[in-house]
């Protein structure tokens, strides 16, 4: 069974410190991979996906960047925190074509800068 | 681009009663509906979705209806327990291949 794993659970970061997430995924091949970022009242809004090894697009531009080294692997990066940065990440995959299918999320990371 | 607007933002109903969550899109090509529950502190699950191709869909207490002229799909669930709880989000398919949430309902569900 395909699984997601997405760490750290939780990270309390100061201003202008780097950033990075790791999101990995089991037991399925070539998924479409997303970042996503929660803020209170905001629901999800889609940061990034990807549809393949070095492929990122990015929907909102800002102070983060991704990457996907691997094609079970997706990395959001920061080289500068700003306050404006905390929130609830979540990652997620889904197979067949983006936004079509299901979309399996991770348990999150509750991002503080402070 | 597509939008997603989901009410209510909270809903508080008594054990046993209905709740009704509904959402509108703007993008007439979206042909993928679903439906999310998000628990405190975890990432949020699939409980029902629906395609353009059919107009309701249920699964035991869960049932989804789709309206696509209107534009608007709807939650419904039955006979609401505790543990039913959570926020749930709709989500419409964009035409550039991704998923456009709401922003979310946080329901209550009292004992």
């Known amino acids: 069974s395909q699984t997601i794993h997405q760490w750290p659970a939780t990270l309390v970061q100061p201003v202008g410190s780097p950033l990075s997430l790791e999101c990995t995924v089991e037991g399925t091949s070539n998924p479409n991979l997303y970042w996503y970022r929660q803020a209170a009242g905001r629901g999800l809004q889609l940061l990034f996906y990807?549809?393949?090894?070095?492929?990122i697009s990015s929907e909102v531009p800002q102070n983060l960047s991704a990457s996907r080294p691997q094609d079970r692997q997706f990395i959001l990066s920061s080289k500068k925190l700003l306050l404006s940065d905390s929130g609830f990440y979540l990652c997620?995959?889904?197979?067949?074509?983006?936004?079509?299918?299901?979309?399996?999320f991770g348990q999150g990371t509750r991002l503080t800068v402070v | 681009g597509e939008n997603v607007e989901q009410h209510p933002s909270t809903l508080s109903v008594q054990e046993g009663d209905s709740a009704v969550i509904k959402c509108t899109y703007s993008?007439?090509?979206?042909?993928?509906f679903p439906w999310y529950k998000q628990e405190l502190g975890k990432g949020p699950q699939l409980i029902i979705d629906?395609?353009?191709?059919?107009g309701e869909k249920k699964d035991q207490r869960i049932a989804v209806t789709l309206n696509k002229t209107a534009k608007h799909f709807s939650l419904h669930i039955t006979e609401t327990q505790p543990e039913d709880s959570a926020v749930y989000f709709c989500?419409?398919?964009?035409?550039?291949?991704?998923?456009?949430f709401g922003k979310g309902t946080k329901l209550s569900v009292k004992p």
């Open positions: 990807s549809v393949g090894i070095g492929q």
């Open positions: 997620a995959w889904s197979a067949g074509q983006p936004g079509d299918t299901e979309a399996f």
């Open positions: 629906i395609r353009s191709n059919v």
């Open positions: 993008d007439s090509a979206s042909n993928y």
């Open positions: 989500a419409a398919s964009s035409n550039q291949g991704n998923l456009i």
